[in-house]
Nanobody, 125 residues
Framework: QVQLVESGGGLVQAGGSLRLSCAAS????????MGWFRQAPGKEREFVGA????????YYVDSVKGRFTISRDNAKNTVYLQMNSLKPEDTAVYYC??????????????????WGQGTQVTVSS
């Protein structure tokens, strides 16, 4: 069982940066692939990116490549989403998620077993 709690959301101007954190409970955090998703009002929840259990492999959706970076610190049971060059279209509730399998390129919500409650990111123009 893994419990996830996101933090770090807020209001930022276009072009700015935010770093989201996802703190996990559970002794097996280091064995999970971790993903980030987002959901804008009236839209489906969409995949943003994921990181392997070791942190050695990452995978991103095209719209955030070069702007967002996922990292993790297994000693702290935490995964991060660094977001730079933010755009108004990045406005959404951001969720972290965990899956106990090694494939990083997992974009479907059904592929993840555990979810956080989400944190709001608002980018003003």
């Amino acid at each position: 069982q893994v419990q996830l709690v996101e933090s770090g959301g807020g209001l930022v101007q276009a072009g700015g940066s935010l770093r989201l954190s996802c703190a996990a409970s559970g002794r097996t955090f280091s064995s999970y692939t971790m993903g980030w998703f987002r959901q804008a009002p009236g839209k489906e929840r969409e995949f943003v990116g994921a990181i392997s259990w070791s942190g050695g492999s990452t995978y991103y959706v095209d719209s955030v490549k070069g702007r967002f970076t996922i990292s993790r610190d297994n000693a702290k049971n935490t995964v991060y989403l660094q977001m730079n060059s933010l755009k108004p279209e990045d406005t959404a509730v951001y969720y972290c998620a965990a899956r106990p399998w090694t494939v990083v390129a997992a974009e479907a919500t059904l592929q993840y077993n555990y979810w956080g409650q989400g944190t709001q990111v608002t980018v003003s123009s």
